[in-house]
């Protein structure tokens, strides 16, 4: 397993963020499993990844007009690239930018069509301490209160 020797350099420091295989964030998610959702907002799911006895966050992102686009998503990247050690901002790990053909069949038919699939995913070092939405909302102190 070659490329998790990449993301095993990275969470120890060794190496920058860098673009991560799709085969390693489906293998370290269980191909995406729901056993291993964690969360999911407008843009994306965010799933638990294992790699070893290390967990990391990866989100998947929803490609689409209403979501995000290609140009949008190497923005968030360049962003994150230049902020990988703030104090106030979760570790990012690293991206994957696949684009691969599928058969698929065609809504209503029997018929196979080749579909081009965009996957889009960002991994961070995974932060246990609840839902960010909670901590901006306040709900956190209420409940520590």
Partial sequence: MGD????????????????????????ITENFSEMRKIGE?????????????RIVAVKRIIMSEHTINDRLFDREVKSLMKII??????????????????????????????????????????????SLDKHITGDTVLQNT
């Fill in 4 to 27: 998790g020797i990449v993301l095993e350099r990275i969470l120890s420091g060794s190496e920058k963020p860098t673009n991560l295989a799709l085969a390693l964030l489906q293998e």
């Fill in 41 to 53: 907002g407008g843009f994306g799911v965010v799933y638990k990844g294992v790699l070893h006895s």
């Fill in 85 to 130: 050690s703030h104090r106030n901002v979760v570790r990012f790990l690293g991206f994957c930018s696949n684009t691969h053909r599928e058969a698929i069949k065609e809504a209503g038919s029997t018929e196979l069509v080749m579909a081009q699939i965009r996957e889009r995913l960002l991994c961070f070092e995974y932060i246990s301490n609840g």
